[in-house]
């Protein structure tokens, strides 16, 4: 700090001599200490080293009982401002205004906010800054009447606003202002300016406007023609009007949930982050950081959400927002997986995000570069855990909440501090009033104020008092506050804040059986659950948890985010795990953790039965004696069901994992893997199966061991990896043998004969499909069988050998139809359609593609319906017929975005191919 306050001294007034007195007294003030001259001595040197680049730096030098700054022209950013300024002036002066407006352009833009706004300014200094920030409103107000002069009031409008905010006594500018809203045809707005103006310099100064702002005041009121715009000079004639180009097709995320209803108070913080937004659009090039601070339950994310919504409009390119749950043990958002959803809301397809840490944070930040959105990096741990989400550059503003005061980012990254403290007196009142109506507060003020200050005026704990109070409306006050104050209700505080006090009392007002379920639902490991899954940690029906939750949400101690989806906010899940930890027995533990991935082992298996149902099952770990389950019933219910519980069973594998039931997870991650596959999530398959993998070596487990190291080298296939992924399947095939499981063999061999045709080692695929082949008939397994038989008629038809193609997947077909396979059937027709398209019957290849299609859209294969689509186009493209070539790639485009795989860029480039030059 004192460095800087150094540098900016002499920055200040550069090639001259300034005295070490006088530089003492900036840096201490009148509390000089006895070493002042050794420590300002000591400071130079080390801006030397600074500015050298770690190498002594002449620049600085002694000179007659001071220093001196040597600066070369133009070397500092206020005499470019300077410059640009007086040249803008010079042409203002002549009325040529593009020209004007080009120069006042530079020299604004140049400004990055108050100057050494984050340093304390002793008097001498602080008037030096004052001039500069005259310096710069009168260019702002000559860049006004420059753009005004140009016929763009709307812009004037928008620049002015925000300064005159800043400062009030600005009679040019709110002339200015006055103007501009007259000629965008907001008439009332121009006369109110006047007013807002009038009462600023009452209020500020005790005078009247001056006679010019009263002048146009009066030619307002009265339409006077010469308020009207004219035309800019300068040119050689009229400028010609034309339509804009069409604006290109982009994604405007709206990533914002949704803002407290009932939000009251933060005034100052609110005031405090307008002007930095106002800031931010004065810096088109800077992104501008807010760092959100302060205790846990204070209201960060609530404050951040009210403003966000409230100014939303000023980013048109959209808003992003991610909680980081820098506090979620179970789950902290690690910067790549926030990267990752970031790059999906901005329309990055999943397969094409960089795996890299480097080249996701890249990508990331090339697409915020000219667009101007808010990111909202909600709960973050620390500034690590936010910097690589930080855009690079463009218009952007970010704000970032953390219950760290987040040193480094502001230290390194210039992020503007804002630490939220609690609520005052008045603004905790409003809170309780606005959800208990004054009439009540009015009839007990003592009690009213013993509650405030029980709650230590936390948002959190008195939205959790004020919903006690709420659903108790015949309860006198002073009763609350009395059991506030008990001394059963008190806990050790929490770390950072009193909180724990409040969810300990709330706790204890709960019914027995609600208090129970809380405390369990402390050991889920999120991000949210159904009444199913709360039913199974307690062990009852879904009837009888139902009433249990509703008392959790009354209480706000659980949050029904969507219907029938119940999320705990982070501090709560980490006391309701505290009091797991600490009130029940480890067994007790260990029971409610087994029913709840008993729970979602079997509704996970059955689901995954039905959308995969020609996949040989496992055997899974056999289910407990539960009151009765509500399996899922068909396809669409299977399918429903995984989308809405993926994110959960992620985490739940995992969890499983480490709490040393290692079946669960590799058989929960087996039935996981029916929907990621299909959808192409393969990030999702390479990290569940991993931990699957691992779970099953630690209990020896090879059938677990076998399916997990297979569907690890499919993810392995899918994402480039081939030499791992033949790793993984030559090891599963090697317990597949140890295991004598001949249908095992023949599902790694048939994977196998895939790995080795994307590699084109096709002989090899086809000696793989053989053995596959005769090891299906060895065990009996029709439909692999049938499967198999395809996969050797595609090979046959990529070699060539068309005839042979045909026949072997003619008799795949008809073993398909006949047990029903109707994925298989649609793959089959797709290898049929594939060699009657080569043999030049194309009829009949067309025919088998559309089947095909159908079927796959049946069985909600996309990914297959995709690869089926482009060869029917392809097909359509050979008979002439390009309308059906383009409808049938179109689709394919749609599907391969819809699932995020790179196969839409080459499928576009078959639609420009049709396009006529």
Known sequence: MKQRLLLATLLLRPNEVVGSNELAAMLWGDEQPASAAANLRTYVRGLRQSLGGGAPWDGITAAAGGYLLRVGPGERDLDLFDAAAARGRDALAVSDVDRAEAELSAAVGLWRGAPLSDLPLRSALARRVAQVEERRLLAEEDYAEAVLALGAPAEVVHRLRGLLDRHPLRQRAWGQLMVGLYRIGDVAGALEAFRQARHALAEETGLDPAPELTRLYDDILHHRPELAAKPPTGGDGPTPVTAPAPAPLVQYPEQLPRGVPEFVGRSAELTSLDALLDDGARRPTTVVIAAVSGMAGVGKTALTLHWAHRVADRFPDGQLYVNLRGYDEAGAVSPPDALSGFLEALGVPHARIPSGMEARTGLYRSLLASRRMLVVLDNARDSAQVRALLPGGGGCMVVVTSRDRLGGLIAA???????????????????????????????????????????????LALSIVAARA???????????????????????????????RVFSWSYLALGQDAARLFTLLGLHPGPDLTAAAAAALAGVSTAAVTPRLRELTRLHLLNEHTPGRYAFHDLLRAYAAELAESSEHADERAAARQRLYDHYLHAAYRAARLLQPQWPPIDPVPP??????????????????????????????????????????????????????????????????????AAAERIDDLAGQAAANRLLSRALTRLGDHDAAEHRLKRALELHERLGDPTGQAQILHNYCELCYLDGRLDEA????????????????????????????????????????????????????????????????????????????????????????????????????????IRLGDTREGMGDQTAAAAAWRQAVRIYEDVGDPAAEETRRRLERLAPS
């Open 766 to 869: 086809l000696a793989h499909g053989r053995e596959a082949l005769r090891l299906y008939r060895l065990a009996g397994n029709r439909s692999g069988e049938a499967r198999t038989l395809n996969a050797i008629g595609w090979l046959l038809a990529t070699t060539g050998d068309y005839a042979q193609a045909i026949e072997s997947c003619t008799e795949a077909l008809a073993q398909q139809e006949q047990s029903g396979d109707r994925n298989g059937q649609a793959a089959t027709l797709d290898s049929l359609g594939f060699a009657y398209d080569r043999l030049g019957e194309r009829d009949r290849a067309a025919d088998c593609y559309e089947r095909a299609i159908q079927l796959f859209r049946d069985s909600a294969d996309r990914y297959h319906e995709a690869e089926t689509l």
């Open 413 to 459: 990254e210039c992020a503007t501090p804002l630490t939220l403290g609690v609520l005052t007196a008045e603004e905790s009142m409003s809170l309780l009033a606005s959800r208990l109506g004054t009439g009540r507060l009015a009839s007990e003020p003592t009690a009213v104020t013993d509650i405030v200050e029980a709650a230590g005026r936390l948002p």
């Open 624 to 693: 407990l004696p539960v009151p009765a389950r509500r399996p899922v019933t068909d396809h669409d219910d299977a399918l429903a069901w995984f989308t809405a519980e993926h994110q959960a069973l992620v985490r739940v594998v995992r969890q499983a994992a480490e709490n040393s039931f290692e079946a669960y997870a590799w058989q929960i991650a087996w039935s996981l893997n029916t929907f990621t596959a299909p959808r192409g999530l393969w990030q999702d398959q390479l990290a569940t199966q991993r931990v699957a993998l």
């Open 470 to 500: 709420a659903t108790h409306p015949t309860f006198p006050l002073g009763a609350i506050a009395a059991e506030l104050h008990s001394a059963e209700a008190r806990l050790d505080a929490l770390a950072d804040g009193d909180v724990r």
